[in-house]
């Protein structure tokens, strides 16, 4: 992606949004008031423009229900409703016109292209297709690399594996959460999903591609390649794996990326390309959605920039480790720093570990990280041992693990909702 090609799309957005979008109009009133009649920002003024939240989207909504004012066309324009999932809080209702929806399906366009699906494959889509994105554009962008769709909505996972397996899909989207689920229904029903024709799994909807210890679970339980692709329903499908180690590429024709260094404070966003080695917190711009665009939207996700050209040969920027958790996710448990995917990481090296939950237990102002596990195979109490002895080797962090009887912890279709760190 040329820097003058994407400059001027850039130009092209925020115009269309100075013009006739009310939210943008009202964030930039004070910047607009001091600029003469007529002014746009200009590529190089991006920096100029204050940050996007989610905190401010909601708030939005709930001054303008039910769609807020961040509308660049008129409500009829619109043809595609859809809602965030609410896992972080009130879910968002966000919209798309005929030319936005084919934005996100070029989008997704690329990510099968990188995970090598192409005409001649079945894609399965074991997803309920309510009004959570999910993957309602990867199902329909497989058309645009000439594989066949093939729809999982409305079905038990059993049903759904007999589904897969009869049409021969070699192909499968899922979260890494359901993925390791239809495994797990797998082997109770007989179906031996790695002598089966599945070459790649791709995931998306939480951290699992790029965490070792989940990928190798997916990997070995499906006989197939698992990469991950990032994206959110505000944002769009913004970045895909390569297969090169835990490379994850963000998709520079269609996203002006920014990184906003760990610490905070006063630290300046650095354009991508200009943090290699540097950590922080991922901002991004969408250029193809200027019916109802985010500008310059912090994420909320922790990333670390790769340095160098990618070994795949693509040119864009790349994130070392994919996402690497949450802002707004990590909880500091008696001094350590606990992120979900080191936790995630440590209980998926366990193949008897079926299932678990993780929990902070406060009292009297001490927390104490509790995990709970569902024991598939062997000793349980044993398996809690040594689980807890691999988490303090990792995090300098004594956990409290806990068998519990199978079965009864919660399986997840969508987002898993396994830690309550709060």
């Given at each position: 992606m040329s820097e003058v090609r994407q400059a001027g799309r850039l130009g092209s957005l925020l115009a269309a949004v100075v013009a006739g979008n009310s939210f943008y109009r009202e964030k930039y009133r004070e910047l607009l008031a001091a600029r003469p009649p007529g002014w746009v920002p200009s590529a190089a003024e991006l920096h100029e423009l204050p940050f996007t939240t989610k905190d401010e989207l909601v708030a939005d909504q709930?001054?303008?229900p039910p769609f807020g004012s961040n509308h660049t066309v008129p409500l009829d324009r619109f043809i595609r409703l859809h809602r965030t999932s609410g896992t972080t809080g009130r879910p968002l209702f966000w919209l798309d016109t005929p030319e936005?929806?084919?934005?996100?399906?070029?989008?997704?366009?690329?990510?099968?292209?990188?995970?090598?699906?192409?005409?001649?494959?079945?894609?399965?889509?074991?997803?309920?297709?309510?009004?959570?994105?999910?993957?309602?554009?990867?199902?329909?962008?497989?058309?645009?690399?000439?594989?066949m769709a093939i729809p999982g909505g409305g079905l038990d996972s059993a049903r759904r594996l007999e589904l897969m397996v009869e049409c021969g899909a070699t192909a499968v989207v899922a979260t890494p959460t359901y993925a390791l689920h239809l495994a797990e229904v797998a082997r109770a029903e007989g179906i031996d999903l790695a002598a089966g024709p599945v070459r790649v799994t791709i995931h998306a909807g939480e951290p699992g591609a790029n965490v070792p210890n989940v990928k190798a679970r997916i990997e070995?339980?499906?006989?197939?390649?698992?990469?991950?692709?990032?994206?959110?329903?505000?944002?769009?499908?913004?970045?895909?794996?390569?297969?090169?180690?835990?490379?994850?590429?963000?998709?520079?024709?269609?996203?002006?990326?920014?990184?906003?260094?760990?610490g905070g404070g006063d630290?300046?966003?650095?354009?991508?390309?200009?943090?290699?080695?540097?950590?922080?917190?991922?901002?991004?711009?969408?250029?193809?959605?200027?019916?109802?665009?985010?500008?310059?939207?912090?994420?909320?996700?922790?990333?670390a920039v790769g340095a160098g050209r990618c070994p795949c040969g693509r040119d864009s920027a790349f994130l070392a480790g994919g996402v690497l958790g949450r802002v707004d996710g990590m909880v500091v448990v008696r001094g350590i720093n606990v992120f979900p995917s080191a936790i995630e990481d440590a209980v998926r090296g366990f193949a008897a570990i079926a299932e678990f939950e993780v929990e902070v237990e406060r009292s009297r102002e001490l927390a104490e990280l509790v995990i709970r596990i569902e024991v598939a195979d062997g000793d349980p109490a044993a398996v809690a041992r040594e689980l807890a002895g691999s988490v303090h080797r990792r995090l300098a962090l004594r956990p409290r693990v806990e068998p519990v009887a199978a079965g009864s912890l919660p399986r997840y279709e969508l987002k898993a909702r396994r830690f309550k760190l709060a």
């Open positions: 709930a001054r303008h936005s929806w084919a934005w996100w399906l070029d989008c997704w366009a690329e990510i099968y292209r990188a995970a090598g699906v192409s005409a001649g494959d079945r894609v399965f889509v074991p997803f309920s297709f309510g009004p959570f994105i999910g993957f309602w554009a990867g199902f329909e962008a497989a058309g645009r690399v000439g594989a070995a339980a499906w006989g197939a390649r698992a990469v991950d692709h990032v994206g959110a329903t505000e944002v769009g499908p913004w970045g895909y794996a390569c297969g090169e180690a835990d490379h994850l590429h963000v998709n520079e024709a269609e996203f002006l990326a920014e990184l906003l260094p760990a630290a300046r966003p650095l354009p991508l390309r200009e943090a290699a080695g540097e950590s922080g917190e991922l901002v991004l711009t969408n250029l193809g959605r200027s019916c109802s665009p985010v500008i310059r939207y912090r994420t909320a996700d922790l990333v």
